[in-house]
């Protein structure tokens, strides 16, 4: 994902399950799994997929990066 987009260390929020927070992490970027709620801190991408342990605090995480300038990718069209 970080050469198609052509971002290096990328921070990304990922609401889904740890298969995605994993591999986002392999191909080198670095997952957040709070984003600016405790550090303050940005996240470039939030990344959408299957979660089995959706909450609507998480659904506020990710709409509130998303307002900050966070581009948003969804895993499937469904």
Request: charged share 30%; glycine share 10%; no cysteine.
């Amino acid at each position: 994902i970080h050469t198609v987009l052509g971002v290096a260390d990328a921070k990304v929020l990922v609401v889904g399950g740890t298969g995605i927070e994993d591999e986002m992490a392999r191909v080198g970027l670095t997952v957040r799994r709070s984003a600016d709620e405790e550090t303050g801190e940005a996240v470039d991408f939030v990344v959408a997929g299957l979660d089995r342990d959706f909450t609507y605090h998480k659904l506020w995480r990710a709409q509130q990066a998303i307002l900050r300038g966070a581009r948003f990718i969804a895993t499937n069209r469904d």
